[in-house]
């Protein structure tokens, strides 16, 4: 033995190095890890400035298409014109034309322009009225007869859609610079339209008919709506939950649970991670080949979209409800077994509820994947133009309809500026959609998660 102390390691030369006191090897270590930090960072940076600027440019050009500038008038319902029987019947009154309802509305708008000029407005024109008033307003007058036929041969508060260039003006979106160009608007009219809003005739407010009511013609972007959308959408997507949940889950199940390990199974196994990164637009050729030319079912129809969306979906949920199965321990099948419990008893019993957090995530996140696409729905005919709503299921499903990540894309092919509000104002809604199926997921997977 000794009292000497043993040196401590990298001693040279009679100097020890410090661990208080880096070394060049240490100090190069620490610099590259406050470089990677720094590039994570500037990373993160980067997504949260792209995300803010795209939702900027989305919110900035949206939210203007749920409000709509209304002209307000006092109308008189005529009988004579309107139910030529007096009976009151709405299916009677429905036969009475839409342009039968245009002397109505002039003699609505010559009243409303004497008014304003005898209170000092002389340069508003019944001719100038008509001008800013919607095409629409013919259909808009006509459905609220038939849906209030009591009203007939009364004098009502009415307020109609204004035209898209007037209520862009009053949005700021159009210029007197702008006007002096376009055919469909004069400058003499803006000035009539900042008259009528001071005095209160005109003014801007809410539209619900922006999400209720279904498409329009390219001249009236100013009365388009997404409800035919809407509801072609929510129709594809009771189709997809309703195939590819139960479709799906069983095939996970018995691949993870009961199918043997073999060559087949690989084969499977392979294929299904192939379909999940196949191009959506695939899914559309192979149902239009199938469903359409072969088994002959309608074109523009949610029953195709839903069989189209399923067999896209599939991959997905299969995936998920695998990764969910793995994830439960080996220990709980054991012990279920270990106690007398049938593999089936085993696997409903045990195994799948402490998966269903997990398959129900996979499930929400495939339909959120379904309820975005575009590029199969264009290939079986959902671009069409439709102005029906389709009915109840399932009568409905075999009806046309349209989707609305399509009605989207239609809102974008066409040429009156107004439209690409509401190409902003749907994909907002569509937006909104998505973010309350993730919500719905991690609801969901908070509340019947179990932990072991």
């Excluded at 102390?5 to 406050?34: C, F, M, V, W």
């Excluded at 003499?188 to 809410?206: I, K, T, Y």
Aim: charged share 15%; net charge negative; glycine share 8%.
């Amino acid at each position: 033995m000794t009292d000497a102390a043993i040196p401590p390691s990298g001693y040279a030369g009679g100097q020890a190095k410090s661990l208080h006191s880096p070394d060049a090897r240490t100090r190069k270590r620490n610099a590259a890890e406050r470089r990677f930090r720094l590039y994570g960072l500037a990373a993160v940076s980067a997504g949260l400035l792209a995300l803010v600027v795209l939702l900027t440019s989305i919110l900035s050009q949206g939210l203007p298409a749920f409000q709509q500038t209304f002209i307000k008038a006092e109308i008189f319902l005529t009988p004579e014109q309107l139910d030529p029987s007096g009976n009151r019947d709405p299916e009677e009154i429905a036969k009475v034309l839409t342009f039968s309802y245009s002397p109505i509305i002039k003699g609505s708008l010559t009243a409303l322009a004497e008014d304003l000029q005898q209170s000092g407005a002389p340069d508003i024109t019944p001719d100038m009225l008509a001008g800013m008033v919607s095409g629409a307003a013919n259909a808009q007058l006509r459905d609220y007869v038939i849906a209030n036929p009591d009203e007939i041969g009364q004098t009502v508060a009415f307020e109609f859609l204004t035209n898209a260039r007037i209520d862009q003006y009053l949005k700021g979106k159009v210029t007197r610079e702008s006007a002096a160009l376009d055919s469909k608007v004069d400058v003499a009219q803006l000035n009539a339209a900042d008259e009528l809003v001071n005095r209160g005739v005109m003014e801007q407010r809410f539209n619900w008919d922006f999400i209720t009511a279904p498409d329009a013609s390219e001249n009236r972007p100013e009365a388009a709506g997404l409800g035919v959308a809407l509801l072609g959408s929510l129709y594809m997507m009771l189709i997809v939950l309703f195939l590819a949940l139960p479709i799906g889950v069983a095939a996970s199940i018995y691949l993870e649970e009961f199918a043997k390990k073999n060559f087949w199974t690989d084969v499977i196994e392979v294929n299904i991670s192939n379909l999940a990164a196949v191009p959506s637009i695939v899914f559309g050729i192979l149902g239009l080949a199938i469903f359409i030319n072969w088994m002959h079912l309608p074109n523009s129809a949610p029953i195709v979209g839903g069989l189209v969306l399923t067999l896209m979906t599939l991959p997905t949920i299969i995936i998920a409800t695998r990764a969910s199965l793995k994830a439960v321990p080996p220990s709980i099948r054991d012990a279920a077994l270990g106690v007398g419990a049938s593999k089936m008893q085993a696997t409903f019993h045990h195994v799948l509820p402490l998966a269903a957090p997990g398959i129900l995530t996979g499930t929400i996140i495939g339909l959120a994947q379904a309820l975005g696409e575009t590029a199969p729905l264009l290939l079986i005919g959902m671009v069409a133009f439709v102005r029906d709503y389709p009915d109840a299921p399932p009568e409905g499903f075999f009806e046309p309809a349209t989707g609305l990540p399509v009605q989207v894309y239609n809102f974008t092919q066409r040429a009156d500026p107004a439209f690409v509000e509401r190409a902003s104002g749907a994909i907002i809604v569509l937006l909104v959609f998505l973010v309350v199926m993730n919500l719905i997921a991690i609801v969901l997977r908070r509340r019947f998660e179990r932990r072991w």
